[in-house]
C-alpha cells in the first residue's frame, strides 16, 4: 500500500495534480482567474500581466517545494523568463505577425537562444528554468480544449478524413526518418508534428518519449516556419486545380500544421473553406491525445532497460502520467460540462496553456547553443521532414478529394 501511494509523490503525479487544481480553479472562477495581456497600453494590461506572473510563481515555488528542489533563486529566475514569455506574446499579437501564421513560442524560443548565445547567463537564472514541468502541465491545460462531441457534431467526415491521414502520414514520416538513419527521439516528434497538428503534437511527443529539448525547438522552428509558405502556396493551387471550397479547406486543415495558419489560409480562399479547414484542424487536434497514449505505450515498451520483455506493471510505471491526466481532462470537460461552458473554460485554460508553452520555450532558448540547432548534424532531419511534408499535402489533398468531393457529395 505505502508503494503504491508513494508513487503519486513523483513528479509526473505532481504535475498532474497541478493540472488539475488549474482546471478546476477554471472551471469553479472563469472570471477570477489571470490571464496573459495583448498589450501593455493601460494599467489594467500591467495588473493581468502581474496577476499571470503571480499565479506563475505560486505554482513554481509550490510544487518545487513538494519536490524538494532549491527556492533562493526562483523569484528573480522566473521573473526574467516571464518578461521574455511577455515579449514574445506582445509580438506575435502585432497584426502584420499575426497574418504570417508565427505564434508566441516562436519568439519565446528565439528570445531564449539570444539570450544564451550573446551573453553569459548567471547561475541564479538557471533556477526556474524547468521547461519539462511548463510543457506537461501546458499539455494537460489543452486537454480541456479538446472536446469530442464538437468535433463529431461539426463533421465526421473530418474525422474519417484525419483518422486515415495521421496514421498514414506518421507511418510514413517516420519510415522516411528511419530509412535516412535520424535517430528514433527525433524521428518521432518530426513524425507528430507533420501528422497531428504541428508544435503541439511535438510538445506532446517530447513530453512522452522525455525527448531533448534541443531537437523539440528545432522541429518546432521548422514547422513555423514551413509553414508560411504553405499557407499562400497551397490555397494558389487549389485555384489553379479549381478544387471546391470544401475540399481545398479539408486539403489546408489537413496540411498547414499549426491552427492559426489554418484559418487565414481558409480564409484568404472563402468561408466555406476556412469553416471547413477549422474542422478538420480540430479533428487532428482531438487525435493528439489517442496518438500520444499509443506513442506512450509503444515508447514504454521498447526500452530496453531489461533482457526480459516489460510486464504490464513496468509499462505502468514508465508511462508518463501527464497523458493521463491530458486524457482525463479532456474526457470530463467533454462529458461532465454542457458543450457551451466547457468552451468558456476552455478559453480561459487555453490562455494558461499558451503561456505555459511560451514559458517553456523561453526555457528551452535559454539551455540551447545555435551551433546545436543548425549544425550540420540538423540537415538530415530537414529533409526528411521536408520529405514527409511532401507527402503529407499529395495524401491529404487525395483523402480530401474523395471525401468531400465525393463521398460527402453523394450522400448529401
Not at 122 to 131: C, I, T, Y
Not at 359 to 382: D, H, Q, Y
Request: with cysteine.
Amino acid at each position: 500500500m505505502k508503494k503504491w501511494l508513494k508513487q503519486f509523490t513523483s513528479e509526473d503525479w505532481i504535475i498532474v495534480f497541478a493540472g488539475a487544481i488549474i482546471l478546476a480553479l477554471a472551471a469553479i472562477f472563469p472570471g477570477s482567474m489571470p490571464e496573459m495581456p495583448k498589450t501593455l497600453s493601460s494599467w489594467s494590461d500591467w495588473l493581468s500581466a502581474g496577476y499571470m506572473f503571480l499565479f506563475v510563481l505560486i505554482l513554481t515555488y509550490v510544487t518545487s517545494a513538494v519536490l524538494g528542489r532549491p527556492l533562493k533563486w526562483i523569484f528573480p529566475s522566473l521573473l526574467v523568463i516571464f518578461a521574455l514569455t511577455l515579449g514574445a506574446q506582445l509580438i506575435a499579437s502585432v497584426p502584420v505577425i499575426k497574418e504570417y501564421g508565427f505564434e508566441p513560442v516562436f519568439f519565446a524560443v528565439i528570445f531564449g537562444l539570444v539570450l544564451s548565445n550573446c551573453f553569459r547567463l548567471p547561475e541564479w537564472l538557471k533556477s526556474a528554468v524547468q521547461s519539462e514541468f511548463y510543457i506537461k502541465i501546458g499539455i494537460i491545460c489543452l486537454g480541456s480544449t479538446i472536446l469530442f462531441g464538437e468535433v463529431m457534431k461539426s463533421g465526421a467526415y473530418g474525422l474519417a478524413q484525419s483518422l486515415i491521414v495521421v496514421f498514414t502520414v506518421w507511418y510514413m514520416a517516420f519510415w522516411i526518418g528511419k530509412k535516412m538513419k535520424i535517430d528514433p527521439e527525433m524521428g518521432t516528434m518530426l513524425a507528430s508534428a507533420v501528422s497531428i497538428c504541428g508544435v503541439s503534437a511535438a510538445i506532446a511527443t517530447c513530453g512522452v518519449i522525455k525527448g531533448d529539448n534541443k531537437k523539440l525547438s528545432y522541429v518546432v522552428s521548422l514547422v513555423l516556419i514551413v509553414a508560411i509558405p504553405m499557407m499562400y502556396l497551397l490555397p494558389w493551387l487549389a485555384d489553379l486545380m479549381n478544387l471546391p471550397q470544401e475540399v481545398t479547406g479539408a486539403w489546408l486543415g489537413g496540411t498547414i500544421d499549426t491552427t492559426g495558419a489554418v484559418a487565414a489560409s481558409g480564409a484568404l480562399v472563402g468561408e466555406t473553406a476556412e469553416k471547413t479547414a477549422i474542422i478538420v484542424k480540430s479533428s487532428q487536434n482531438v487525435l493528439l491525445g489517442i496518438a500520444a497514449f499509443v506513442i506512450s505505450l509503444m515508447w514504454s515498451y521498447q526500452k530496453k532497460d531489461n533482457v526480459e520483455k516489460p510486464t504490464a506493471s513496468v509499462i505502468w510505471d514508465r508511462f508518463p502520467k501527464f497523458v493521463v491526466g491530458f486524457i482525463l481532462a479532456s474526457l470530463v470537460f467533454s462529458f461532465c460540462f454542457e458543450p457551451e461552458a466547457a468552451k468558456e473554460v476552455g478559453k480561459v485554460t487555453k490562455g494558461f496553456q499558451n503561456t505555459l508553452f511560451s514559458i517553456a520555450f523561453v526555457c528551452i532558448g535559454l539551455e540551447t547553443r545555435f551551433s546545436e540547432i543548425f549544425g550540420k548534424e540538423n540537415r538530415k532531419p530537414l529533409k526528411v521532414f521536408l520529405l514527409a511534408q511532401t507527402f503529407n499535402i499529395i495524401v491529404t489533398l487525395m483523402v480530401a478529394y474523395a471525401i468531400f468531393g465525393v463521398i460527402k457529395p453523394h450522400f448529401s
